[in-house]
């Protein structure tokens, strides 16, 4: 009789357990951008802001929009500075699973201030992604970017926006 109490309990938590498990929100992952400069100088690392999001998982996924890049306001927590020589930004991805397909884009900040927003929205520059890992070259001007990852094993995608202004801080 205690051996069929035991595996019932044992059953009924189980059962608990993964009723919380399909229930529970899952989030879609952080991306946190690293800068290096070629001199091996100014390492930084920021939190991207979190743009539109489609993000699936077994029983569940929820979708939410965004600001399009050039309406953002805020970047300080967001803003990388590149000094004096050229860099690469790494792109770390948070959660258990990396993304498939990684693209980026970017807009020059100047951009930002230009109304209506679809005079400038289509303005934006096709960025290359090698890996994880987006070289850049010290022009003189300031960008938004935005990276955009899609994982095809569960048809979920993420964007993901952060600034990189030049001439220091």
Request: aromatic residues 10%.
């Amino acid at each position: 009789m205690k051996k069929i109490i035991v595996i019932t309990v044992i059953l009924a938590l189980v059962v608990c357990g993964m009723i919380l498990v399909f229930r529970t929100p899952r989030r879609s992952p952080r991306l946190h951008v690293h800068l290096t400069t070629t001199e091996g100088r100014s390492a930084q690392r920021v939190r991207a802001i979190q743009g539109g999001t489609n993000w699936n998982w077994r029983g569940g996924g929820y979708s939410s929009d965004s600001l399009h890049p050039l309406q953002i306001h805020d970047f300080t927590t967001a803003t990388l500075y590149l000094n004096s020589a050229d860099g690469e930004i790494v792109l770390r991805f948070s959660g258990r699973s990396s993304p498939t397909t990684v693209y980026a884009m970017r807009w020059r900040a100047e951009y930002a201030t230009i109304r209506p927003i679809s005079d400038v929205s289509g303005r934006w520059e096709s960025v290359e992604v090698d890996g994880r890992t987006i070289r850049i070259s010290n022009d003189g001007d300031d960008y938004i970017y935005q990276v955009a990852a899609h994982w095809s094993g569960t048809d979920s995608f993420a964007s993901y926006t952060f600034r990189v202004m030049s001439g220091g801080e």
